[in-house]
């Protein structure tokens, strides 16, 4: 199993500022990796596939780097909005065996 | 616009069953690969299942491998997830989720997801 880990657990950031949260993969996942957005009582929402390609509708403030074992999710100038957990996910395997992050919450600072 | 209704939920004691329904709309559904998610309270996401247009491939996470059952009825534009020797550790809010591609090969990453159902096992 592919291990997906996100750094930091909570980033403390306030209206305006860029926000860069990680996520790093136990091995190689090439570029299949995408990025959800889960709001407290909501359903997550794909924000990036393919490790930097944004999904139907997503704010360019959201942009997404990285291939191989390391990734990066980049807000540029986080609104109210953004404020939520962050989760990355790896689709490299088949017959799959997709694992997510533990997420990062980003919080008002 | 795409609608993804999850039902099915409730409280069951170990050991039970439960049948989880999610009906679609504003997509033709026979074209896409269904997963379904899991999120236990509180906690992060897990890939639970997911399968193909026609029904001709099903996966599952090893941790409900002969245990749960993933099925769909396109003519219904609906998918099915069968729980079964339910644990302590299924409790959780399960989700049902298109995969992004609607060119009937598998993107891997999903773009509609339902409001999810709270599954409790517990005694």
């Known amino acids: 199993e592919i291990v997906m880990t996100q750094s930091p657990a909570t980033l403390s950031v306030s209206p305006g500022e860029r926000a860069t949260l990680s996520c790093r993969a136990s091995q190689s996942v090439r570029s299949k990796l995408a990025w959800y957005q889960q709001k407290p009582g909501q359903a997550p929402r794909l924000l990036l596939y393919?490790?930097?390609t944004r999904a139907t509708g997503v704010s360019a403030r959201f942009s997404g780097s990285g291939s191989g074992t390391e990734f990066a999710l980049t807000i540029s100038s986080l609104q109210s909005e953004d404020f939520a957990v962050y989760y990355c996910q790896h689709y490299n395997n088949w017959p799959p065996m997709w694992t997510f992050g533990q997420g990062t919450k980003v919080e008002i600072k | 616009e795409v609608q993804l209704v999850e039902s099915g939920g409730g409280l069951v004691q170990p050991g039970g069953s439960l049948r989880l329904s999610c009906a679609a709309s504003g997509l033709t559904f026979s074209n896409y690969w269904m997963t379904w998610v899991r999120q236990p309270p509180g906690k992060g996401l897990e890939w639970v299942a997911n399968?193909?247009?026609?029904?001709?491939?099903?996966f599952y996470v090893d941790s409900v491998k002969g245990r749960f059952t993933i099925s769909r009825d396109n003519a219904k534009s609906s998918l099915y997830l069968q729980l079964n020797s339910l644990r302590a550790e299924d409790t959780a809010v399960y989700y049902c989720a298109t995969d992004r591609s609607p060119q009937q090969v598998v993107a891997g990453n999903f773009d509609h997801w339902g409001q999810g159902t709270l599954v409790t096992v517990s005694s």
């Open positions: 399968i193909k247009h026609d029904g001709s491939e099903r």
């Open positions: 393919d490790a930097s």
